[in-house]
């Protein structure tokens, strides 16, 4: 039996626009939490930001974007990201 490679653990922020409130974090992380291979999942709301910690063998950065989106946020990746 092949095992698949093991992926390094990654940290990615995200800017959220539209992210002002806990409600909105949460709701955020929800989604995120569902992506294989997200790990974490932080906000920092009075910043507008999101840190995911992702393993990159099984997502990627655009993946955790379009989940971001799919929580009704439009986002970008933070250049302290």
Not at 4 to 20: E, L, N
Not at 26 to 40: P, Q, S, T, Y
Not at 56 to 76: C, L, P, V, W
Request: charge should be positive; proline fraction near 1%; aromatic fraction near 6%.
């Amino acid at each position: 039996m092949s095992e698949r490679p093991q992926g390094r653990t990654k940290r990615v922020v995200f800017s959220v626009a539209g992210m002002d409130c806990v409600t909105c974090s949460l709701a955020i992380g929800k989604r995120l939490r569902k992506l294989d291979g997200v790990k974490d999942v932080g906000s920092a709301v009075m910043l507008n930001k999101v840190f995911v910690d992702y393993d990159d063998s099984k997502t990627d950065k655009a993946s955790i974007k379009r989940a971001i989106q799919d929580a009704g946020y439009s986002s970008y990746v933070s250049a302290d990201g």
